[in-house]
């Protein structure tokens, strides 16, 4: 189950069951099963609190996640800024909705046991995240 709640902000315009099954089959791909995925779209203020709290980190970010997983059942909770997916949208030259895409599908790779902390492991996941935004795009494109 994928859910998608906010604090403080409005719900951003997703199409929630096309994410849903977009989710599912990314983790799939990877040998994975959804549990209980959460995302909650906060404002900046709210990821600098939750930065500061749970993580130690005093400074913005797009998003924060805590990984429930167990075996190959995906489950974690995945806040994610609205905020800064606005300013990184426009930094990258991308789309709002892209951007976020591109973070929720992050924290799924994140999820499935991808990491990101060193240059190889950056470039692996910014493919895997084209990848699954090319499916994305062309399943919207069939609709």
């Known amino acids: 189950m994928v859910t998608y709640n906010t604090i403080d902000v409005s ?3 997703i199409d929630r069951q096309a994410l849903t099954r977009w989710i599912g089959h990314v983790a799939s791909g990877y040998g994975k099963k959804i549990g209980t995925v959460n ?3 906060v404002d900046d203020r709210e990821i600098l ?3 500061r709290q749970y993580v130690r980190h005093d400074y913005y970010t797009d998003h924060i996640g805590f990984d429930y997983t167990q075996g190959n059942i995906l489950s974690g909770d995945t806040y994610i800024s609205l905020d800064t997916v606005r300013t990184n949208a426009l930094k990258f030259g991308q789309s709002y909705q892209d951007e976020l895409h591109r973070v929720m599908i992050h924290s799924i790779l994140h999820l499935c046991g991808m990491d990101d902390k060193t ?3 950056r470039d692996a996941m910014h493919e895997a995240e084209d990848q699954a935004l090319a499916l994305l795009h062309a399943n919207q494109d069939k609709q």
């Open 11 to 13: 719900m951003p315009a």
């Open 39 to 41: 995302y909650v779209f």
């Open 49 to 51: 609190r939750i930065n």
């Open 119 to 121: 240059p190889a492991e």
